[in-house]
């Protein structure tokens, strides 16, 4: 048998790959690309795709995990588990494979070991390959997801994670493969991360011919981005040299970010005499034909960064977070500022921080430190909370070396040693229990909620009860086309929308006036099935909130002194750490704040007792917003 | 000359009037108060008189009334219902105008709307009777009466005000202590509420079906009926949906419920059109109520299964002309179902919507279904009058077919604005206790699921819902 499709074991996986001269390929729609294009790809889309994707006959589609969970809740609007459910409806046999950020999961942060082994549970239903990785190649980080999938009798694929420089050598990285083999046991497949597409091909042949050397059964499935534009160059030497597996996506979906078309690499190993297992080229262009007209409707969310980018082999930040790297400098207003941080804070800042592997959520914490370096001015004067973390090692060991002890005294003050001391290493973090939070969520909902809604609340608790309620209000929206769901400018009068809904029923809505009411309302009037339906808004007045004055940093600050914490920027309240009546000390942690996905502490600069709390769990602040109000101790 | 009616009324009812009126050659007046200037009567009637600024008091004011009618040279009132349709006071001074009214005798209506003479008079006909008193004697006496009768007949019972009518003045009194404590309480609100404190009791038949006949009755005492209409889907004993026939399977019982109503008009010498209303209980008991000495909001299910305009008749009858059919030639022919769509929110304790404005007006039309209502697109609904938009009669070959017509109207009727009682309607009609056609005044108590509906609630209407919230915000900002 030479294709791969569900059901089958790792072991028939193994020897079907083994058994066979060509390699295969894994569709990597969920990495298509990664500036926030691809965070925008709807289900309608993928389901669109569907068939043809099926038809192919790939490896696998990966087409969850990541940051996939998080923005199909939060921008598309779609329950990760449905989407799932309805894809694997229309692709039985292709194998869905997902990438877990190991005690990370799908978030940016590490979750307890019950929460990791009930998420790997129910996601396991749906996926059968499981690539985990740790940003800091940390084994120990990926061993509870390591034991679920294995427990579950999925495909586990580990990863090392790649990059370049003196400390990068085969050796080093042989010797991680040893150490994954150590606990996972020879039947897995092993993949090579190489996320911000470093390296040439060269490197890349030789790494895989290394690993091949001292573990000739291996199986290595290669992932890469084309970012440099030459990953195909890097594919074509890792199949050369024995890999097994590699990455590709469809290539009217391609561009600089992400990794390279299937066809372009199929072309051209075939020239080398290697055919990709099964594959359906004619099913291929199909996919891509489909998805080409689909491409307009997300013009809006590419990357204002054109071309290739062969500079991130100095900067190595990867595809995904240059292009958001540039809406935010754009967004940020420091767009003339990029090079800078790119080509020099952040190659400085890498190499000062241990030069570990730039891939989430660790290629946040290297941006956001050479972003706050160059706009601060003060290099390494305003530490983030994962900067932080990441020095006292709460994600793991430094792989190569310490960062050097200046960086530790400005991050921490002269008692930095002490701190380090004392707060540093891996957390053992403590289970949660689950079902508080399910009894938590009930209650925030107003309803029993399913396994599935406790896993993607466990994830991202806000943002999964703001999804669950918009599904209420607004049903399943996945049915919408991106013409719709995504549409900038509004519909034009008389336009008419058609599309089926969850349920297979058709609908037809044509747009009718929008008109402002005497009492100062604006109505939208749509003919809903031939029905005619009318929607009231309110204006929001503009300039009313943007004219309030902002506070500054040191007006925060001088507010904090006497007991009135304020927001410090402008965030989303994801811990309260106190309640009313609490005696605080100076340091004590208030809550914590998130933004662009980072927490940042909320710490006490006085002694005293907390009065009030006015900011909500959840709650977008404002600059200057009120959080809490603490009775400042007398003397 | 041609004659000329001068419609005492306002709202659906004035124009069903005043297309009676104007099917029969006759010209139409209409009259109105200030807060109904954009009222669709007005519009429709041939004239138009303006009464004062009321709210309601014009309406009511018999004075001015008379004085229009007489301004304009009318030859007869219709009352219609409510407002003066059943003050003897009324109907006194329009013959003492030499006016007609169209209706009965100033004396009938008088000797109906207490409802103490009416229950001895209908005692001497022989008509079955809920155990009653007489007026309770006034002070400790009263009560003494009333403690007495508890006890025999047991609890709970009722206290209903003589002048009372339409739902008005009922108390229901569960023990004796309460009985004690409501007596005077009933008095009080009687006399706010009609002039009259004058009170009764009554047993109180437990969750009966509310089961009435339609009379005609022309002047020389011939009486026929339009057979039975089923009315206990009622809310605080406000009728909302009603049924023509009644549904009961016994169909010699409700022959006999016919007959006896015609008898009962008799007895009262009744005149013009009228409703005999009869409580049925579990044993299927019947018991005379009361005479409603006027039309009927609900007298269009009637008309539908038998084919005759009760309104025409009415005036035809005012008129001095005789019923041009008899009895036999009564037919009643499939169901009919009329359920008010009424300017209220229905989750909101059926709290009025009253002062909203009606942004879209859509009806639904085609076979079956008949619209008496007075809103069109861009009306305000005055703050001072009742709540009902429009009664929206379905008609059908049988049961089945009629609760069809009626699910798939309610579907097709589009009133936004205000929010309305569609939705409960809605909900109502897949009820499967409904469709069964078995239910008692209970139904509305004892189905309150009947209001957990979400108005958007299909996949459709949520998804429609974030379609104009992308047009409105030019951007889906759950999508940013």
């Keep these: 048998m030479e294709r791969i499709v569900t059901g089958m074991s790792i072991t028939e996986v193994l020897e079907t790959m083994r058994g066979n001269e060509g390699y295969y390929v894994t569709n990597t729609a969920r990495d298509l690309s990664q500036s926030d294009f691809k965070n925008r790809i709807l289900l309608h889309t993928e389901l669109l795709a569907a068939p043809a994707r099926e038809k192919a006959n790939y490896f696998s589609l990966e087409i969850t995990g990541g940051a996939s969970v998080h923005v199909d809740i939060l921008r598309k609007q779609v329950d990760p588990f449905l989407k799932l459910e309805l894809l694997r409806d229309k692709m039985p046999n292709t194998m869905f494979q997902t990438l877990c950020r190991g005690v990370n999961l799908f978030g940016y942060r590490p979750y307890p070991q019950n929460v990791i082994r009930l998420t790997v549970r129910e996601f396991a239903k749906y996926v059968d390959v499981w690539r985990v990785f740790d940003f800091m190649n940390h084994i120990p980080n990926m061993l509870a997801v390591f034991e679920e999938v294995q427990k579950a009798g999925k495909i586990l694929e580990p990863c090392i994670c790649f990059s370049t420089g003196p400390e990068h050598t085969d050796d080093f990285y042989v010797n991680k493969v040893g150490e994954i083999l150590d606990v996972t046991g020879d039947e897995i497949l092993l993949c090579i991360k190489n996320h911000g597409g470093l390296g040439t091909p060269k490197r890349i042949g030789q790494l895989v011919a290394a690993i091949k050397d001292r573990y000739p059964d291996i199986v290595i499935h290669y992932h890469g981005h084309n970012t440099d534009g030459n990953d195909v160059g890097r594919i074509s030497a890792a199949v050369r040299n024995g890999a097994k597996v590699i990455d590709a996506a469809d290539h009217s979906f391609t561009g600089y970010y992400g990794p390279p078309p299937i066809l372009s690499v199929i072309h051209d190993l075939r020239e080398e005499g290697f055919e990709p297992v099964g594959l359906d080229d004619s099913a291929i262009i199909e996919t891509s034909e489909i998805l080409r007209n689909e491409r307009e409707h997300y013009e809006y969310f590419e990357s204002q960064f054109k071309g290739f980018s062969p500079t991130v082999q100095i900067h190595k930040l990867p595809g995904g977070a240059m292009g958001s790297s540039f809406e935010q400098a754009v967004k940020g207003d420091f767009l003339d500022k990029m090079p800078e941080i790119l080509h020099d804070e952040l190659p400085k800042v890498q190499k000062e921080l241990g030069n570990y592997w730039s891939v989430t959520p660790g290629s946040q914490i290297l941006w956001t430190t050479a972003v706050n370096n160059v706009l601060g001015g003060d290099r390494y004067g305003n530490p983030t909370g994962d900067l932080k973390n990441l020095l006292l090692g709460k994600y793991g060991p430094f792989p190569f070396y310490q960062p050097p002890d200046w960086i530790y005294e400005k991050v921490f003050g002269p008692d930095w040693k002490k701190i380090l001391e004392e707060e540093g290493g891996l957390d053992d973090i403590e289970d949660i229990d689950i079902e508080k939070e399910r009894a938590g969520l009930a209650k925030r909902l107003g309803y029993e909620p399913t396994e599935q809604q406790l896993v993607t609340y466990l994830q991202h608790p806000n943002d999964a009860v703001e999804f669950f309620k918009f599904e209420e209000k607004f049903g399943k929206v996945y049915v919408l086309p991106p013409s719709i769901f995504l549409r900038r400018g509004g519909f034009k009068l008389g336009e008419t929308l058609q599309f089926k809904d969850h349920n297979g029923k058709e609908h037809v809505i044509e747009i009718g006036p929008k008109q402002k009411s005497e009492d100062g309302e604006w109505k939208v009037y749509l003919n809903v099935d031939h029905h005619e339906r009318e929607y009231s808004f309110k204006e929001v007045v503009q300039g009313s909130v943007a004219q309030e004055a902002q506070l500054s940093k040191e007006e925060v600050e001088d507010l904090a002194r006497v007991g009135d914490v304020r927001a410090p920027f402008k965030a989303n309240v994801c811990e309260i750490s106190v309640e009313a009546g609490q005696e605080v000390r100076i340091g004590d942690r208030l809550a914590m704040v998130e933004a662009m996905k980072m927490q940042t502490p909320v710490d006490s600069v006085v002694n005293g007792k907390i009065e009030k709390i006015f900011a909500e769990l959840g709650q977008a602040l404002k600059v200057g917003d009120k959080m809490i109000k603490i009775k400042v101790d007398e003397g | 000359m041609k004659k000329k009616i001068l419609v005492a009324n306002r709202g659906e009812i004035a124009i069903r009037i005043i297309r009676a009126v104007q099917e ?43 004085k229009a009618a007489r ?270 769509v009424n300017a209220e929110d229905p989750q909101n304790n059926f709290m009025p919507e009253a002062g909203k404005k009606v942004t879209v007006y859509r009806s639904p039309g085609g076979y079956g279904v008949r619209l008496d209502g007075f809103v069109y697109q861009g009306y305000t609904i005055p703050e001072d009058y009742d709540s009902l938009l429009v009664k929206m009669t379905v008609f059908g070959f049988s049961w089945n077919e009629t609760v069809d017509r009626l699910r798939r109207c309610l579907a097709n009727y589009v009133i936004t604005g205000p929010k309305t009682t569609i939705p409960f309607y809605l909900k109502l009609v897949n009820d499967p206790d409904f469709q069964s056609g078995d239910f008692d005044t209970s139904f509305i108590e004892t189905h309150p699921e009947l209001i957990e509906y979400d108005e958007q609630g299909s996949e459709v209407n949520k998804l429609a819902r974030l379609i104009a919230e992308i047009h409105y915000e030019q951007q889906n900002k759950y999508a940013i």
């Design chain 2, 24 to 66: 029969l050659g006759y010209t139409a007046v209409a009259v109105y108060e200030t807060p109904d200037n954009d009222a669709l009567h007005i519009r429709v009637a041939d004239e138009a008189v303006w009464l004062g600024d009321g709210p309601r008091s014009d309406y009511l004011n018999i004075e001015k009334v008379i």
């Design chain 2, 71 to 340: 301004k304009v040279g009318a030859d007869a009132i219709h009352p219609g219902y409510g407002f003066l349709a059943e003050n003897p006071d009324f109907a006194k001074a329009c013959e003492d105008t030499g006016l007609i009214f169209i209706g009965p005798s100033s004396e009938v209506i008088s000797q109906l709307g207490d409802k103490v003479t009416a229950r001895r008079i209908m005692a001497e006909a022989g008509i079955p009777m809920v155990p009653g008193t007489q007026n309770l004697k006034a002070g400790g006496e009263g009560v003494a009466e009333a403690v007495a009768f508890g006890a025999e007949y047991g609890y709970p019972i009722m206290l209903k005000a003589t002048a009372g009518g339409g739902g008005r003045g009922i108390r229901r009194v569960e023990n004796e202590a309460q009985l004690r404590a409501e007596i005077h309480v009933a008095r009080a609100e009687a006399k706010a509420a009609f002039n009259n404190d004058n009170v009764y009791i009554e047993k109180v038949v437990l969750t009966p079906k509310h089961v009435e006949v339609q009379i005609l009755a022309d002047a020389k005492g011939k009486t026929v009926h339009l057979g039975s209409r089923d009315c206990s889907i009622q809310r605080r004993n406000q009728k909302l949906v009603e049924i023509a026939p009644s549904l009961i399977k016994d169909r010699k019982l409700v022959d006999e419920i016919c007959a006896t109503a015609v008898r009962a008009a008799k007895a009262a010498n009744y005149f013009n059109a009228g409703t005999v209303e009869f409580l049925v209980d579990k044993e299927m008991n019947y018991y005379f109520m009361e005479i409603n000495t006027r039309i009927q909001v609900e007298h269009t299910v009637s008309e539908m299964v038998t084919g005759i305009d009760i309104v025409r008749t009415q005036i035809k009858l005012a008129m001095g002309k005789d019923l041009a059919f008899d009895q036999k030639d009564v037919q009643i022919r499939g169901f009919a179902i009329e359920v008010r």
